[in-house]
């Protein structure tokens, strides 16, 4: 049979990494796009470079040209848009930059593919978002609840949802919107609420941070782990038609019960006091003798807050269960909490040695 070949935007994000890894164990010859920058940061695939059937590009996903001859070069079967300005309250920072690469590039993938008359052969599958369900019209959300997007982030996601879809029905291309809630790990991008907390859980603990900031501490998600979730881009791929899937746990927690269970992991109890902008996370309990029963070490600052934020997502994965038939619970809630903590407690160990070695040896000052 012949090896299939996937084309993947967005290699060096988070989903990218872990797709590359599945597809790559499905034998797939797998390609990803890469974007110049002054310093090379390529932590998540550094360990795939150099393998056998991994090539990595440069191309931009505001640059149609750069797509154009990749699309032509590589010729895929399968094409994983992943690439975006991911950050929601970036976006409301950089709301033009968020447009063009989450909106329009979007399309430009889909007009490199026709350009290159590969529209008969070559599947596409957007990373769509539960942002475009954003002030929710309906608890939980599945296929089927109204879009209300609420970020400029979610607004050009909403593009890149209609615009796959007007390409299915007008070009019968195989393209399909994943509507993925979020999912962490521990490759997660550092400013993300639960990977800011993990790592600021470990640190407070080693004793090299004092007091974590967060801004809404009440927001619920649906909360999965990455890992679990590429799987079902692959398998949306897969499916005999081509069809738009929410993917989520259907578990629901708050930013606070996130932070509270972290910091147990970390070996420090929590409780909770105040409201608002005077709530606090205050220590009652901790096996870390730098850290003191007492001791404030999660507080709320407005810096944090955003313009507009989505507060209530949970999804109902049910039709991804039985059509796909993908296990949304396969990494629960309490798992993935315990296992970006545990990473995070050893990189921080890790990266203080080192500092430490690097002070002792004079070859940092
Ligand atoms: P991520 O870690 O932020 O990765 C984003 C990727 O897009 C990076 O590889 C980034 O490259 C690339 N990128 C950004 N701008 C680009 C450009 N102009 N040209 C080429 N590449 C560009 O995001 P993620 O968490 O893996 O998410 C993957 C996709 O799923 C995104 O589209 C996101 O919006 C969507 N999504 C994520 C979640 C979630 O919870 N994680 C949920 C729903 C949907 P650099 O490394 O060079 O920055
Ligand atoms: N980032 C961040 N930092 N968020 C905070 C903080 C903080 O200090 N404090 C509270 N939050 C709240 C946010 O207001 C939001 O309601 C929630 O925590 C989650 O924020 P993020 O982790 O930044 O993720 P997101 O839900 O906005 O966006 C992620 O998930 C989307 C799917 O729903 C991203 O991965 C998007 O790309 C993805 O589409």
């Not at 890790?350 to 430490?356: M, P, Q, S």
């Amino acid at each position: 049979m012949k090896q299939k070949i996937a084309l993947i935007t967005g290699v060096t994000g988070q989903d990218g990494s872990y797709l590359s890894e599945f597809l790559l164990g499905k034998g797939y010859e797998v390609h990803g796009i890469i974007r110049r920058s002054s310093v090379d940061y390529r932590e998540r695939i550094a360990h795939l470079e150099g393998t056998p059937h991994f090539h990595l590009h440069y191309a931009d996903m505001s640059d149609s040209m750069s797509l154009v001859k990749l699309v032509g070069q590589v010729q895929p079967d399968e094409i994983y848009n992943l690439a975006a300005q991911s950050h929601v309250q970036v976006s409301f920072d950089a709301p033009e930059f968020t447009a063009d690469v989450d909106a329009v590039g979007v399309l430009r993938i889909l007009e490199a593919v026709r350009t290159n008359h590969l529209e008969k052969t070559c599947k596409i599958y957007q990373a769509s978002t539960s942002e475009l369900y954003g002030k929710v019209e309906e608890v939980p959300q599945s296929e089927t609840t109204p879009f209300h997007p609420y970020s400029p982030y979610a607004v050009a996601k909403l593009y890149g949802y209609w615009i796959i879809k007007e390409y299915r029905e007008a070009y019968n291309m195989f393209c399909c919107s994943g509507i993925l809630f979020n999912h962490e790990s521990e490759r997660r991008g550092e400013t993300f609420v639960t990977r800011k907390i993990t790592l600021a859980a470990a640190r407070i603990a080693q004793g090299l941070q004092d007091c974590l900031y967060l801004g809404n501490l009440d927001s619920l998600r649906d909360w999965g782990y990455a890992k679990d979730y590429v799987e079902c881009m692959w398998l949306i791929l897969q499916h005999e038609t081509p069809e738009d899937f929410v993917i989520a746990t259907g578990v629901q927690h708050t930013v606070r019960e996130f932070a509270t269970l972290a910091f147990h992991h970390a070996g420090i109890e929590l409780r909770w006091e105040g409201k608002g902008i005077d709530e606090k996370g205050i220590v009652v309990e901790s096996r870390e003798p730098r850290v003191k029963s007492g001791q404030v070490v999660v507080a709320v600052s407005p810096d944090f807050y955003r313009p507009t934020d989505v507060v209530n997502l949970l999804g109902d994965p049910s039709k991804a269960k039985r059509e796909l038939g993908w296990d949304p619970q396969s990494t629960s809630f309490e798992q993935l909490v315990e296992l970006m903590v545990k990473h995070d407690m050893q990189k921080v160990t890790r990266e203080h040695f080192n500092l430490a070695e690097y002070l002792e040896k004079g070859i940092v000052k």
